[in-house]
């Protein structure tokens, strides 16, 4: 496929993080850029105001004449659009250029220096602190985010196109469409067997993806996954190591050991041993792209996060809010780790949105285990996302297997009500599904009463 023959770009699921940093893309490009999403959100209403057209009704008659042109329109889909969606089947029975996004990825990552980074937790952290790394140190990058980047306030960074930055998803085996020269992966945790039946094919995924690297590429692995590759770890023996971590004033302050040299006091601001990795991982790969120690330094200090991501909301002496993405019970406990570290003896309030019924069924011992580890536990009903329900699997089922006599289950309209009349001092909302819409209107309530 020639992207420069292209004029007209129609994506059907625009509103989702990775759909909408590709539909910014190409925006900046200078193409006509339409879709589809079911619902109106933060994210299409920014598309909106770029100019693009958007509508939420799956009716083809809505769809605009220029997008109707078989020659020069591309149709972008992601993978959580039914199978039924009859604009999508109308493209495909009327042979329209339907890729999935992962494949426009791989197109527009092709001619460029790629670096792309895997793993079943940590990519969009890692992915944007990378980018951000690159940014910041003038290296002409596209980067395209799994998350709104603090930094930027979008999911794209589009600085040149020299080196392209991307998420590889595992999820459906996306990431198999990418050639990356440098690539890295975070984590290999069983998630997906709804795609991927066990966690050995999972395993499998990982490894073919390994060997999509271009000759002479490289691939940075964590110390102790099953796949070869440059090592990186904690206070480890790994070939890029953490060494010698003081916290001040709520911040990391650490050395990098490197295969050839010790490069002394960076400093970085997320909570959490894992978001410590991910910065690792992330200096790894742009000290072996040749960027000097003192650029990397001061760009990792000015690295502000992702939303969603241990995000502060509330940062009082008497109140902490914070909001996170988790939604697999490895992520849960590092979010666990990070708050213990940050606030030692105070009550942690955690409320969990479970994502998926299949997931919750797969790691329901998992999450019941990593959950009751909090002071008090809330839970909310099961966002389905893309999946019919499961016959026995509920949020109740889920909170039955809590060791933790500090439970409850409630709807989101109590969810304020609650928090107020709890003697917490942190306050975390937990989960993948819609509980982010919530985190406002707490915050507002919150605010108000403290």
Known sequence: MNLNQINNVYFIGIGGIGMSALARYFV???MNVAGYDKTKTDITVVLEDLGI???????ISLIEAPFLSKEHTLVVYTPAIPKDHSELNYFMSNDFKVLKRSTVLGEITKQTFCMAVAGTHGKTTTTSILGHLLNACNVKVTAFLGGISENYNSNLIL?????????????DRSFLTLSPDFACITSMDADHLDIYGDASELVKSFEDFSKKIKPNGKLFVKNG???????YGIEDDSDYSVQNIKIVNGSY???????????EDFKFSLPGRHNLSNALIALAM????????????????????????????????????????????????AVHQAVREMYPGKKVLAIFQPHLFSRTKDFGDDF???????DEIVLLDIYPARELPIEGITSEWLLNKIDNTNKSLIQKSELIQHIKASSAHVVLTIGAGDIGEEVKHIKEALSVAS
Not at 53 to 59: L, M, R, T
Not at 305 to 327: C, P, W
Not at 368 to 374: E, G, I
């Open 159 to 171: 600085n040149g196109t020299d080196v392209t930055v991307v998420e590889a998803d595992e999820f």
């Open 286 to 333: 742009t000290v072996e792209y040749g960027i000097p120690k003192p650029q990397l330094a001061k760009a990792l200090a000015s690295y502000k996060g992702v939303k969603r991501r241990f995000t502060y909301q509330i940062k009082s002496e008497n109140l902490v809010f914070i909001d996170d993405y988790a939604h697999h019970p490895e992520e849960i406990n």
């Open 28 to 30: 900046a490009n200078d």
């Open 53 to 59: 057209s958007i509508h939420f009704e799956d009716n």
């Open 225 to 231: 996954l099953p796949v070869k590759g440059i090592t």
């Open 253 to 263: 302050v650490f050395d990098v050991k490197t295969p050839n040299a010790l490069l």
């Open 368 to 374: 019941a285990k990593s959950l009751s580890r909090f």
